[in-house]
Every structure is written in C-alpha cells, then in structure tokens.
C-alpha cells in the first residue's frame, strides 16, 4: 500500500514542477538585477583590493571581479551602468550625528556671520527651496560676529543693516519668515504679519517699526513683539520632524553616505528617568527612523548611540547588544565628559555615577563611546575604561574616544593597547585662529592637537566623522559633512574651505587609503557590522558609492572637485547626479 502524499509533500512538489516549467523563473533568480562595469572598484577589502565590476541581486553584492566574469551573469531583466572609469567605494558611513539637531536646522538659516541683504537673500532662498510653502522660516541672529568686531575695532556708530521687506518677501512668498538680530531685535516678513493676525494698517504701536517716509510697516520688531510672535510659532510635531529628516537624509545621500552612527534615544525609556541636566538635547528619537522605515523612506542605515544613563532600560524595549537589524541596530552608549573648552560640565551627574554607569553598562555587554577633549578628562575616562574591563573581565569591546582633540603620545598609546577607537572630527580643528591656538596652548601641546597620524600608528582605530550639524547653540555654520571634504582634511591637514592654507603639523596626516577605511570599515567594525557592510564583497549588503573621479590616482585637492554620480543602498540607487 503506498503512503498518501502529505499536504507538505503536495506544496513541494507543486512548487517543483512549477520551477521546472518556468526557466524564466529559474534564470531570474539567478541573474543580478544591477551590475557596475568598466570602472575601478576599490573595495576596501585586502584579499581582493582592486575590480573592474560589481554585481548586485536585491540587496546584496553578488559578484565582484573582472568585466568579462560579471557581464556574463547579465540576463535580460539586469541594468547595466557603464562606469566608464569612474571610482566605486563601499557605501560611506558618518560615525557621529546628530540628525535631530539637523533636523531643527533644516527649517532655519543660520545668520550670525551674516551682514549684508545679499547673503540674506541667498540663505533665505535655499531655505525656501528645501522647506514646504506655508512652514515657518526661522534663524539668527543675524550681525553677530559684524557687532563683535565692531566692538573691538570700529567703526564707532556701527548699525547693523535692516531687511527689506519687499526683497525678503519676494524671495520668500509662500512661507512665513522671523529672523533675530543680535540684540534680540526682530524682523517679520509680511506672511509672518499675517499668519500672526497683525493688522497692517492699524498697528500703531512703536513695537512695531514703520518707514518714516511712507508710514509703511518694516517688518522690524522690538523684542517684545518679536517675542510674541515667536510663541506663535507651532510645536513641532512627528509630520515636520519627517519633513525635515527626509530632507537631512536626501542631503546625506547626496555626498554618498548610506549609514550613519546617530546619537539617539529611545523616548520611553527616558521618560522614566529625572536628569541632571539636560542631556537629551541632542538625541535623536528612534521613532522618527522606525517611522521612515514603515514608510519605506529610511534611505540611510542606523547604528543608534543610545544614553549611557539609560542603559538598564533598554532591555524592557527589546534593545541588547547586538540588537536590532540592517537598518535600525543597537548595541553603543554615548555620554558627554567635558566641553569645548576643556572644562567638565553638569552634563553628568558625578564622577562617581559615571563609573558605576560605565561598568555596570559593560558588564552587560554593551559597548561605550563618550565625549571628551582635552588630555585630562581623556585619560579620566581611560580610566572608567580600565577599571570596568578588570570588574568585568576579558571580552572583546569597541570602546571608543569621541573628539579626543588634545591627547598626549602616552595617553595615545594607552588608548591604542586597550584596542579603542577614535572619532575625530577634522573640521573642529579648523575652527579655530590657528596661530592664536599655538600661542594659548603651547607648541608641544599643538603638536599632537589632532594627533590623526599618531592615533593610527598608536594602535587606535580611527573614524572620520561630521558631529552633523555642530554647535547645538548654533554659534557656528554647519559643520562639512561631505565625506570627500573630511578626506581632505585629514590628508592634508588643511580647512577645506582655505586649501591655500599652510598645513598645520602636516606629520600628523594620514594617508588617503586609511581615510577612506576610516569612513567605510572603520565606522562598520566600531559598530560590529563588518561582516555585513564596510567593504565590496561578495554576500555583502551592496551600499556602494560611484566618484566622478578615480580619487585615488589624483593629486588630495582633486577631492575638493570630485561630486558622487550614484549613491546606492541595499541595491537601490537613492541619489544619482543630474
């Protein structure tokens, strides 16, 4: 008597011979969906540095090699690109943001170092372009740095200049605008005054500045005033906080970058917490990333650098190290040591709770990254460092140093035997008057401000990161972001926006090969995603980026003049050049 087929059996054989009858089916399973030929695939990985071509089927590289061996994979369904020379890198990865902060400023202009109508206009009509009509404008305080430099040197009866509201106006029609002077003086333009339910002809107060001339409103405001129309201006909610990241991410996608470490929360669970200060300002809400996956829109990957203070937390959310997928992962904690200046802040609650947070974290198996400066509060939190690992014992960290701008060699060397990692932001560097840094801080200081090359030679593994958008008072312009434009940086120790510049301590560069790691593998390794991302190889998640030129074979300012033509995540082309 035969056995009577199963209902699994049936389903199996079903599925076969509907394989069989369909070699189309079979050749499209086989076949890659997008292959890369003709160019220079620099792949960052040692046992195969170099390629001609790249295939990709979904979200994965398939094939990496010669012309010849990849186009013969093609089927009839695959898109071809023709590099026709141009230069393909792993997929960029920016190991410290702050999209949130970004996010604020996607909606503002930043004005401090703005003087004249011109520039006004300028920044008034990109932002015009980026925001949706009808969403507020905002920004100052515009005349800052001019006022300063007034103070200190003339001219005696400096003014700052006022806006013209027709010009403002016409550059912005379809968007309510305030911007702050200096002085906490306010300018509106005329849909502000409207939005605001200001009566144009009957406003009669000296609150409100009108043209001697035609008795017309100006647009200018006394703080008061201005005041008043600020709490006018709506809460934001989860529909902007999309608009804006959408925008922020568009704008990452557009110099290459496919993930990102971000400094973010999850929102319960410091709901639960009462903080010492407040520390959340600049994290950003995982929700906002859960919200844009939902909606297919996540078209960068996150590695979430969640607050150390929270870490017993996590788990009651299902967040452990480890945790979390391809494009939302868990597994880092952030803290905040000491400030630009080097001193320590009230960002933290003692150094007492930071010890007891940062070993009973590791104990969990979490790894830790934090915010410090200068050599002192570097080698305090090696410190932290080194008595968690003897509680805790032996196990394989990624610990890092976030900024670490003045580290001495012997602490460089400590940190490099404890295997820790570096974030270094090269535009902070270049923030300052150079010459007036040596002076306040000593030539053997200076020497190793910055100390890239010696971080690298020291055993510390280093990433280029943008700390996206910078100052979170807003003291200063957006910080480089342009993974090409940290490259050059840390290649020739020079500010980007000033290439003419004499390098400042040129030994301490690095070279272009361990730039360009330091913004793919580097960032993947720090948050233990190398097996999946980092490098052009086969099985890989296939987040590439493709160079206008072949950086590699080019003089350092050619990265200065180089644009991305694609950028490629998981297989689909999420920004590609006009």
Same mark, same amino acid.
């Given at each position: 008597?035969?056995?009577?087929?199963?209902?699994?059996?049936?389903?199996?054989?079903?599925?076969?011979?509907?394989?069989?009858?369909?070699?189309?089916?079979?050749?499209?399973?086989?076949?890659?969906?997008?292959?890369?030929?003709?160019?220079?695939?620099?792949?960052?990985?040692?046992?195969?540095?170099?390629?001609?071509?790249?295939?990709?089927?979904?979200?994965?590289?398939?094939?990496?090699?010669?012309?010849?061996?990849?186009?013969?994979?093609?089927?009839?369904?695959?898109?071809?690109?023709?590099?026709?020379?141009?230069?393909?890198?792993?997929?960029?990865?920016?190991?410290?943001?702050?999209?949130?902060?970004?996010?604020?400023?996607?909606?503002?202009?930043?004005?401090?170092?703005?003087?004249?109508?011109?520039?006004?206009?300028?920044?008034?009509?990109?932002?015009?372009?980026?925001?949706?009509?009808?969403?507020?404008?905002?920004?100052?305080?515009?005349?800052?740095?001019?006022?300063?430099?007034?103070? =200190?040197?003339?001219?005696?009866?400096?003014?700052?200049?006022?806006? *013209?509201? @027709?010009? &403002? +106006?016409?550059? !912005?029609?379809? /968007?309510?605008?305030?911007?702050?002077?200096?002085?906490?003086?306010?300018?509106?333009?005329?849909?502000?005054?409207?939005?605001?339910?200001?009566?144009?002809?009957?406003?009669?107060?000296?609150?409100?500045?009108?043209?001697?001339?035609?008795?017309?409103?100006?647009?200018?405001?006394?703080?008061?005033?201005?005041?008043?129309?600020?709490?006018?201006?709506?809460?934001?909610?989860?529909?902007?906080?999309?608009?804006?990241?959408?925008?922020?991410? =568009?704008?990452?996608?557009?110099?290459?970058?496919?993930?990102?470490? *971000?400094? @973010?929360? &999850? +929102?319960?669970? !410091?709901?639960? /917490?009462?903080?010492?200060?407040?520390?959340?300002?600049?994290?950003?809400?995982?929700?906002?990333?859960?919200?844009?996956?939902?909606?297919?829109?996540?078209?960068?990957?996150?590695?979430?650098?969640?607050?150390?203070?929270?870490?017993?937390?996590?788990?009651?959310?299902?967040?452990?190290?480890?945790?979390?997928?391809?494009?939302?992962?868990?597994?880092?904690?952030?803290?905040?040591?000491?400030?630009?200046?080097?001193?320590?802040?009230?960002?933290?609650?003692?150094?007492?709770?930071?010890?007891?947070?940062?070993?009973?974290?590791?104990?969990?198996?979490?790894?830790?990254?934090? /915010?410090?400066?200068?050599?002192?509060?570097?080698?305090?939190?090696?410190?932290?460092?080194?008595?968690?690992?003897?509680?805790?014992?032996?196990?394989?960290?990624?610990?890092?140093?976030?900024?670490?701008?003045?580290?001495?060699?012997?602490?460089?060397?400590?940190?490099?035997?404890?295997?820790?990692?570096?974030?270094?932001?090269?535009?902070?560097?270049?923030?300052?008057?150079?010459?007036?840094?040596?002076?306040?801080?000593?030539?053997?200081?200076?020497?190793?401000?910055?100390?890239?090359?010696?971080?690298?030679?020291?055993?510390?593994?280093?990433?280029?990161?943008?700390?996206?958008?910078?100052?979170?008072?807003?003291?200063?312009?957006?910080?480089?972001?342009?993974?090409?434009?940290?490259?050059?940086?840390?290649?020739?120790?020079?500010?980007?926006?000033?290439?003419?510049?004499?390098?400042?301590?040129?030994?301490?560069?690095?070279?272009?090969?361990?730039?360009?790691?330091?913004?793919?593998?580097?960032?993947?390794?720090?948050?233990?995603?190398?097996?999946?991302?980092?490098?052009?190889?086969?099985?890989?998640?296939?987040?590439?980026?493709?160079?206008?030129?072949?950086?590699?074979?080019?003089?350092?300012?050619?990265?200065?003049?180089?644009?991305?033509?694609?950028?490629?995540?998981?297989?689909?082309?999420?920004?590609?050049?006009?």
């Amino acid at each position: 008597m035969r056995p009577r087929p199963t209902f699994r059996s049936l389903t199996v054989g079903f599925l076969l011979s509907c394989v069989a009858a369909s070699p189309r089916a079979v050749a499209a399973a086989q076949t890659p969906d997008l292959i890369l030929h003709s160019g220079k695939i620099w792949t960052v990985d040692d046992r195969r540095p170099v390629a001609e071509a790249v295939a990709v089927k979904d979200d994965r590289i398939m094939k990496v090699g010669a012309n010849a061996e990849v186009l013969a994979l093609r089927g009839t369904d695959t898109r071809l690109v023709d590099l026709r020379g141009k230069l393909v890198l792993p997929g960029f990865n920016d190991a410290h943001t702050h999209i949130c902060n970004a996010v604020d400023w996607f909606f503002q202009v930043l004005l401090m170092e703005v003087d004249n109508q011109d520039d006004l206009l300028r920044l008034l009509r990109a932002a015009a372009a980026r925001v949706p009509p009808g969403m507020w404008i905002t920004g100052g305080d515009w005349a800052t740095f001019a006022w300063h430099a007034a103070q =200190r040197t003339g001219p005696k009866g400096w003014q700052a200049f006022t806006p *013209d509201l @027709a010009a &403002i +106006d016409a550059a !912005t029609p379809d /968007h309510p605008v305030l911007l702050r002077r200096y002085d906490h003086h306010y300018f509106v333009n005329s849909a502000a005054l409207l939005r605001a339910r200001v009566d144009l002809e009957a406003a009669k107060s000296p609150d409100y500045e009108r043209d001697p001339a035609t008795g017309r409103l100006t647009g200018m405001l006394s703080p008061a005033a201005g005041e008043l129309v600020e709490r006018l201006l709506p809460p934001e909610t989860r529909a902007q906080q999309l608009i804006g990241a959408r925008g922020v991410l =568009r704008e990452l996608n557009r110099v290459g970058i496919t993930s990102i470490h *971000d400094i @973010a929360r &999850i +929102d319960e669970s !410091t709901q639960r /917490h009462t903080l010492p200060t407040f520390i959340e300002r600049s994290y950003t809400d995982v929700a906002v990333y859960r919200a844009l996956r939902e909606r297919g829109e996540l078209t960068v990957r996150v590695h979430a650098l969640t607050p150390l203070v929270t870490w017993a937390d996590l788990a009651d959310f299902g967040i452990r190290p480890g945790s979390g997928d391809e494009f939302l992962s868990f597994g880092t904690l952030k803290e905040f040591i000491d400030n630009e200046a080097g001193k320590f802040t009230f960002r933290f609650e003692s150094e007492e709770a930071m010890q007891r947070n940062i070993t009973a974290a590791d104990g969990g198996g979490f790894d830790i990254g934090a /915010h410090v400066i200068t050599d002192a509060s570097i080698k305090l939190l090696l410190d932290w460092y080194s008595t968690a690992f003897k509680v805790n014992g032996s196990r394989e960290r990624r610990f890092r140093l976030i900024h670490a701008w003045y580290a001495s060699p012997a602490t460089l060397a400590r940190a490099g035997a404890m295997n820790l990692i570096a974030d270094v932001t090269p535009f902070h560097l270049f923030r300052h008057d150079m010459a007036a840094l040596e002076r306040e801080i000593g030539p053997e200081r200076a020497r190793t401000a910055g100390a890239w090359r010696s971080m690298i030679d020291h055993g510390v593994r280093l990433n280029l990161v943008s700390d996206l958008p910078g100052s979170f008072q807003r003291t200063k312009g957006v910080n480089p972001y342009n993974p090409l434009q940290l490259m050059y940086s840390a290649v020739t120790r020079k500010d980007h926006r000033y290439p003419d510049m004499q390098p400042w301590h040129p030994e301490q560069a690095i070279t272009l090969e361990e730039a360009i790691r330091a913004c793919t593998i580097n960032p993947a390794y720090a948050s233990r995603e190398e097996k999946r991302k980092g490098t052009v190889a086969e099985g890989k998640l296939a987040d590439l980026v493709v160079l206008s030129k072949d950086i590699l074979s080019l003089p350092p300012e050619e990265l200065l003049r180089t644009d991305v033509v694609y950028t490629i995540m998981g297989g689909r082309i999420v920004y590609q050049a006009e």
